[in-house]
């Protein structure tokens, strides 16, 4: 299985700014496709972004402009660049790969705005 560690969310202004990183486990990293996902308070997770193998990249409409998914192939990490947040973007963030399938979730990290 896959191993999945979220970091760098914290509390931040509405406008702020926060880096998000996915630590990710195993020898395969570079040849996955990874997404990130967020669920805030009382609703269902969404997607949010991804990046496949060949750093082709797609974001959820309402984060698109403000958000970008990046990759580091030779440190097996995702990173997550949110700038403008919004307090709709509060949530807990989380990644996973989509293709292998979905693996175990970790533990997200709480992302909040909020003035």
């Known amino acids: 299985q896959v191993q999945l560690v979220e970091s760098g969310g914290g509390l931040v202004q509405p406008g702020g700014s926060l880096r998000l990183s996915c630590a990710v486990s195993g020898r395969l990293f570079s040849i996955y496709a990874m997404g990130w996902y967020r669920q805030a308070p009382g609703k269902q997770r969404e997607w949010v972004a991804q990046i496949t193998r060949e750093s082709r990249i797609t974001y959820l409409d309402s984060v698109s402009g403000r958000f970008t998914i990046s990759r580091d192939n030779a440190w097996n990490t995702m990173y997550l660049e949110m700038n403008n947040l919004k307090p709709e973007d509060t949530a807990v963030y989380y990644c996973?790969?989509?293709?292998?399938?979905?693996?175990?979730w970790g533990q997200g990290t709480q992302v909040t705005v909020s003035s």
């Open positions: 996973n790969t989509i293709i292998p399938a979905a693996q175990p």
